[in-house]
């Protein structure tokens, strides 16, 4: 569908995108995920021909295709209606007035929001607002529709909603690109690029990222909150506490065993659990990333 060949956008000593190359195959959702500043709206802005490559160039396998985009931050006019948006949007192609009611009401009630078609668009929750901005890009019916964190700032609930959107408008054979800083949303692409500082660390579908994972993780509740002493263990990669719990990344999982029970011991520290838990996505992006390092 896209072909991108190594793509490469400098900001005067700023590489923003670093000769990135890439196919994004029809039908796919690609998931772009990183942290803010990765290069994830640069590359977008490219493949959209918003901006224009320092080297390296993205192509279209079909020059026809039609494309629809939904900027990071969109702005939708919040003095017009959720139906005035959609006209207004509608206005700027090339649509006869039948198709743009027909789609116009198609959209609104798959994005879940024919009961609010008169509502200014000021006067809608930020969730409602992310829905409003996908159906005006989906108003023009597009065979590949771009995403920029389209659920940056969203809750969950609205989230879970809007990539059930996604998902419907993939099954009519729409091609997804999307970026997002949320790795759980990794989990619900096709493939995934991760990016940091302008290069990929790694493309994959999410099940041979955890497959390739090179590391096993501890998950490990103790009597004691304060544990100081993984960073003195070569086998602990990272360690971090979540919830009540602290999860941790490790190399040689007995080896790594060995070191804490002994440690937990000598300090009399209780073990109310140890267990070894499945890698998560953000497992993987860690260990690519050293983020997250520090072995609190
Ligand atoms: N027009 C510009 N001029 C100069 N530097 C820029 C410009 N646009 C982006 N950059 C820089 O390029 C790098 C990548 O930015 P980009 O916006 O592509 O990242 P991102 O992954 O989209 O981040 P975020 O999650 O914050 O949206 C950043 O360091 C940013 O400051
Ligand atoms: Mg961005």
């Not at 690029?193 to 090179?214: I, R, Y």
């Not at 999860?247 to 080896?255: A, C, G, K, P, Y």
Request: hydrophobic letters at 40%.
């Amino acid at each position: 569908m896209i072909a991108v060949n190594e793509l490469t956008k400098k900001f005067g000593s700023l590489t923003a995108v670093n000769n990135i190359s890439l196919k994004v195959n029809k039908g796919e959702i690609f998931g772009l995920i990183g942290p803010d500043g990765a290069g994830k709206t640069t590359l977008i802005r490219m493949l959209c021909n918003i901006v224009t490559p320092t080297g390296g160039k993205a192509t279209w396998d079909n020059k026809g295709a039609i494309f629809g985009y939904m900027p990071q931050r969109f702005s939708l006019y919040g003095d017009l209606t959720v139906i005035e948006n959609m006209y207004f949007f509608a206005s700027l192609y090339n649509l006869d007035k039948k198709t743009i009611a027909r789609r116009t009401e198609e959209i609104l009630e798959l994005a879940g929001l024919t009961d609010f078609k008169s509502r200014l668009a000021d006067n809608l929750s930020g969730g409602m607002k992310q829905k409003l901005a996908l159906s005006c890009s989906l108003i023009t019916k597009p065979d590949v529709l771009i995403l920029d964190e389209p659920t940056y700032g969203v809750d969950p609930v609205f989230r879970k909603e809007f990539w059930k959107i996604l998902y419907e408008q993939n099954k009519e054979g729409i091609t997804i690109i999307v970026s997002t800083p949320y790795m759980d949303e990794a989990e619900l692409c096709t493939r995934v690029a991760f990016m940091s500082e302008g290069n990929f660390l790694m493309v994959d579908t999410p099940v041979n990222l955890k497959k390739n994972f090179p590391y096993k993780i501890i998950e490990l509740k103790t009597s004691a909150k304060e544990i100081d002493f993984f960073n003195e263990c070569n086998e602990i990669v990272d360690a971090g506490f979540f919830g009540d719990k602290y999860h941790i990344l490790v190399r040689d999982f007995n080896l790594a065993r060995d070191f804490i029970e002994e440690r937990l011991s000598a300090d009399n520290i209780e073990i109310l659990q140890f267990s070894e838990a499945a890698p998560t996505i953000e497992d993987v992006f860690v260990s690519l990333t050293g983020e997250g390092k520090g072995k609190d």
